[in-house]
């Protein structure tokens, strides 16, 4: 090859080439407008997640890395073509082509299962909260974590150790690749499956049950990719053996989307209608009033008390000592609010709102 492999880019000549370039792209703006909402969510509904908001964050981040290698390997190394094509190219040195492919199929590799374990341990922190009263459960959610920190431990070791450039890069087996790629589809099928019992349970309504079976039906898509991205065992675009450059075709296309729709996923839960929030309505004299008695657990050293949420929704269960407090909603004309003589084990909130009828 004449120069370096940055002088010598490849055309875009096929259909293949396209969808890497269009459906990893817009995969990731869906997830991060996903990420933007659950923020968003969070900022206007004082939602206490912030270990799952950060490891959303984390895995954008991660996911725009697997695009960005995504793009380099489709001008730079031949992605979307097979290898033949490659060496039919009299500009291009397949050796060199081949040498830098493969060292940026492991950089994807390792920046798709680190984005996948952060999705995957959102999940399992958010089941945390879901099982917060059932022991063997919260147990079970802790053993996945765990397992699923080893299983990214031990692939990112074995990856680093089949290629570490300067030194020589090799392919992996298929032992270690279908090994790999079995794992993370059992962990993907626990993530799937672990909260059904609790839906099962819940009363919700048939607009919830139809989002629920969305989520349900998308994180099935993931399941499904994470088969397919298994190109060690499943031939369709080529042998791994003797084309692996055209073999190669589908894992790559596919893991930005299994990473972006696992994203999309895991914000969805915690994101509501964000245009009733804003919405304005007149508010009748006799409705601007009222008294709602909310009850929160508060620790010894002093929490914040601008969360009135349910606490079970963001707190993990605990025999936390208990307060109640009353507070009155008055409109604007009102300056005072007035409570009864507070107790021992009570106290006082004030604080003004606009209510809007919802």
Known sequence: MAGSITDNRFDIING???????????????ASAAVAARWYTRSVRRINTLTEDVLMLAALAMSFAV????????????????????????????????????????????????SIATVQIAFAKAYLRLYERKRIAQTACWCSIGLISIWYIWSLAGWISMCHPPGKCELQSKKSCIIIGSLHVFFNSVILFAPVPAILAAELSAKKRWSVMILFLLGCFCTILAVLRI????????????????????????????????????????????????????????????????????????????????????MPHASKPQAAAFVTLTSDSDTLERTGSLGANEIKITKEYNLDRL
Request: hydrophobic share 45%.
């Open 16 to 30: 293949k080439q396209l969808a890497l370039l269009i459906a990893p792209l817009f995969c990731f703006v869906v």
């Open 231 to 314: 190109d060690c065992a499943i031939n369709v675009f080529g042998d791994v053996d003797e084309d692996p450059i055209g073999a190669s075709w589908w894992r790559v296309c596919f893991s930005p989307i299994e990473v972006a729709v696992g994203i999309v996923c895991c914000c969805v839960p915690n994101v509501r209608s964000l245009p009733s929030w804003r919405r304005a309505s007149p508010i009748a004299s006799n409705e601007s009033h009222g008294l709602r008695r909310l009850k929160f657990r508060t620790t010894s050293s002093g929490s914040s008390t601008s969360n009135l949420n349910e606490p079970s929704q963001w």
């Open 67 to 114: 695009v960005t290698i995504v793009y380099v390997l489709v001008f730079l190394g031949g992605e979307g073509l097979t290898s033949d094509q490659v060496k039919a190219d009299p500009t291009k040195n397949f050796h060199v082509v081949n040498r830098f492919w493969l060292r940026l199929q492991f950089a994807l590799d390792i920046c798709w299962a680190t």
